[in-house]
């Protein structure tokens, strides 16, 4: 593994997410509309599928009635190893970063071609189709680490980056490497089953690492060779009944 | 001695059967219908100064239409953001796209009629060459203002042009989209130069015949043209050298705009054939929008005595080859699609037939292929201008028609069917596109009253080298090769 210039340490961040621990309580939204300044858009323009979450629960209903069974999978932006999102941006707006592993937005770069959102074969990009709107009091909550997107522009979820950045910062500061555990996204943070797992997987001690070579290890569309970095768990029936 | 006489009443009789014969084909064809230069150039400029209150009134209207539903709607979007539209997750992209694909392709009609018939010495295109060309200068501004309108902060729009910067990036020529700006950029230079430099003459031509304001513009535009041997050879180098280029370039600029669609990962877009099915879509469109523009033209201006039948009907002719063209290509990329059986596509192919959104579909097919199929190998229905108007109309709703469902409907599936969704556009996406509708017409209008609507000096040229001449029976048109 090389090591750029003054780039710090290479990682891989990697996102479990195991479907028979997922209750589909949505918990994960919530916290990461809280953490990451996601406009809440009101009932009217939600059911014109304008949602600007960032992580969604999908649900599925199996069978006919009466035996009917609702499936979750909760997606996000797939972090992907061959982004299809990335080589359409015109401005470079969204890019790969190779230290990380990581598809970078650049909110300021952007002037919403929506090549990117169409490319994405996840649909896990989100467009800011008017100002956002943060009455009182809900501005007094805002996150300060994470800008405030203007009308017009892409963005999508970014794995926590900003809690990414001040957990590498301060391994930097006390000269140490990241401790497996010590970045968590909001979503992770706040799932109640710990369905949601996060780390690094170039460390082969780390909890991702080892819940990633489970056997009910999948990945979304993994066929068409984009290579995401969320892996999902999935064996037996639902709640792995 | 009866004999005697009834040879040479045979003979009379066979004289003015020639002579009758020698009349039709005078009155068929242009270019064997010489007139004196004089008569001809005043024809032209009597059409150029046809301005009637119902021409001002009409501009008027289709200017007032332009501002508000067109500029007016365009910064109440930006006012307010891309929302006003009816775009959503995961119809990323509308109307704006589907028009900007409809404009592009109506561009290839001046580059098709005029190039490509230049280049094969189609002698017949002469007269009807600047109308075509027109129509791509001003078909190719509408289409380029999509894009912009289309951007989610337009006022940035200068990002993607690769100038020295203060963010110290270059543009991403990765993307199609930059590929798609070069083109077009390319094309609309390129066209705008090959409407000119025809002109040349027929400015000067208007400088020494005419007063008033448009003596003073023309004198500028003839860039001091006396018609000296050296200047003739010069421009027909030019002419020649453009006519090859620009054939390239329109193929390339209809190539792009698909693989704005065919490099994605979307089922139903990514295909091999959008290329030329994009390139033959643009031409059946672009060749029928000639044909609605040169029958309302003749028309409005006059000009019966250089654009005749004969033009409208080898351009019909041309519509019928297009149809069938574009028919092959449209049931390639669907049988493969259908045949292939991927679920996504499924889906796709039967909101297309039994969606809400299916008579759109079931329009295109019939005025892109029942009716041009149905009416127009008839040689009756290819010489009746009305006739023309009303099929011509029909393939320009069809092939706009296409672009919609290629655009809007394709984007409604997708792999994650949690994620699928309807699309309807919004009163302002509707308003900008019958604005930009008025533009188009407003430019072309506007510009029929400044620039000779007939090249004079091309068609005096092609009476010059055609006469009729008798073999045995057969009274034909003959061509001196003077290059």
Redesign the interface.
Known sequence: MTKPKGEGEQHQWTMVIDLDKCTGCAACVTACYAENNVPVVGEE?VS???HMGWI?I???WEGEYPDVRARFIP?LCQQCGKA?CE??????ATYHSEVEHLNIQVYN???????C???C???AR??????PDFPEPLHEQLNPDVTVR?????EKCTFCIQRIRQVEEKAKMEERPIADGEVQPACAQACPTDAIIFGDLLDPNSKVAEVARSRRGFKL?ED?GTEPAVIYLKGGDIYGV | MASESTRRDWQEGQEAALAHEEQKLREEVLLVDPRPRSEMNRMVLEAVQRITPGYIALLVVLGLITLVGLFFAWGYQMRWGMGVAGIRRPVFWGMYIANFVFWIGISHSGTFVSAILRVFKAEYSRPITRGAEMMTTFSLMVAGLFPLIHLGRTWRFYWMLPIPNQRELWPNFHSPLMWDMTAIFTYLTGSTLYLYLPLIPDFAMGRDHMTGWRQKLYRVLALGWRGTEEEWRHLMTAMKIFAFVIIPVMFSVHTIVSWDFAMTMKVGWRSSIFGPYFVVGAIFSGVSAVITMLIIARRSLKLHYFIRTEHLESLALLVLIFSFAWTYFFFNDFLVEWYGGERVGHEILTLQARGPAAPLWYGMLFFNILVPWATLWNKRIRRSPTALFLITLGVNIGMYLERVIIVTGFLQRNRMPFDWGEYNPSIVEMSIVVGSFAMFFFLYMLFTRILPYVPVWEVHEGQLTHRIVRFGRAVVTARTNVD
């Open positions: 323009e014109m599928g304008r969604r999908e649900r599925y997606v299809p080589p359409v941006c015109p401005v470079f770069r952007c002037i919403g071609t929506r090549f959102a169409n490319n074969p996840y649909i989100v467009f800011n189709w008017f100002a203007s009308r017009g522009i892409m569309l068409l």
